[in-house]
């Protein structure tokens, strides 16, 4: 009796290379890049990015994990392969301390991920109106700004660049001192301010809530220490060296990721204003305006190689 073979399908040559390469990408994907390490240096904005990052990576199967450290330690973290990413380079503000890192190829700018923000010195809208426009008008008010710029944490570029500003007395200002604080107390103390209708200089920043709680007018002619155009910023995603090629599928989702300031403020406002919890928030956000989502997971697959659109779609809730 003459036996019958088992049918084989045949696949086409270019299919078989093509699910070979996929598997052995997978494969060769170290299980270190399963946990993003990523850092905050306590900024709303950052903590808003990070949140929205991370609901993307727990949807494609990886883990997140977010080290609380100044900007210079964070750079250090970069240098070092402790921190994989930061979402939090400005520029130009801190162009002094990064340009020296990529020259010696210490870390990694990948690509604007909000090439729209704004990052200088502010006043309230009564202070403007009292005659303060630009940085050469603060000296002429000198006395009610009782000589201070309130500024971010000690060792961030951008107290650096104030610094430098008055230690050289640029714009007459003779005698300044800048106050250095946290984010949070910073903004503590400019609300005291403004409650009373003092005069108050500080650093100011879009995307961020205090440009809806408060009346602002940004300063021109700061334009030597934070750009032109009022400080026209770009913030830039930053890796450490290698990263992109030793994780390739999460370095794609980096090098497509790219926020909105209304993105970022709707974000924003529900951490800060409604106190909802970073990653419920940038859940919702998400979920409501999720067209984002095809360009930053174009090519972007799940931990084990699904379809990651439909797997971070399926994650906040969408069909």
Not at 148 to 163: D, L, R
Not at 264 to 293: F, Q, R, S, W, Y
Request: aromatic share 10%; with cysteine; glycine share 8%.
């Amino acid at each position: 009796m003459k036996l019958k073979r088992p049918f084989v399908p045949v696949l086409p040559a270019a299919f078989i290379t093509l699910a070979l390469a996929a598997g052995a990408a997978h494969a060769a994907e170290p299980a270190s890049c399963a946990n993003v390490r990523m850092a905050s240096p306590g900024w709303t904005d950052i903590d808003a990015t990070n949140a929205i990052f991370g609901v993307v990576l727990k949807g494609l199967g990886y883990q997140q994990t977010i080290q609380n450290v100044s900007v210079p330690i964070t750079y250090q973290g970069l240098r070092k392969g402790q921190i994989d990413a930061f979402l939090g380079n400005w520029m130009p503000a801190q162009g002094p301390m990064v340009k020296p890192l990529i020259a010696e190829k210490a870390i990694e700018v990948l690509q604007p991920n909000l090439p729209s923000a704004k990052f200088t010195l502010a006043v309230p809208s009564y202070v403007a109106d009292a005659g303060v426009r630009s940085f050469a008008d603060l000296n002429k008010f000198a006395d009610r700004f009782d000589k201070k710029i309130y500024g971010i944490e000690p060792g961030a570029p951008a107290n650096q660049n104030i610094q430098k500003m008055l230690e050289g007395k640029s714009f007459g200002m003779d005698g300044w001192k800048l106050v250095e604080s946290g984010e949070t107390a910073m903004l503590t103390q400019v609300e005291r301010f403004v409650r009373d209708k003092k005069f108050v200089v500080f650093l100011a920043w879009e995307p961020h809530l205090m440009n809806t709680r408060y009346k602002l007018a940004y300063l021109s002619g700061g334009d030597d220490y934070f750009g032109p155009n009022y400080g026209a910023a770009s913030v830039n995603t930053v890796v450490r060296p290698g990263y992109v090629d030793a994780c390739p599928n999460v370095g794609k989702l980096f090098q497509q990721v790219v926020f909105t300031v209304d993105m970022e403020n709707t974000l924003i406002t529900a951490m800060m204003a409604d106190k909802v919890p970073g990653p419920a928030a940038a859940a919702a956000a998400l979920k409501a305006n999720p067209a984002p989502l095809d360009s930053w997971l174009a090519g972007v697959t799940t931990r084990d190689g699904g379809d990651g659109l439909a797997a971070v779609r399926k994650s906040i809730g969408l069909n």
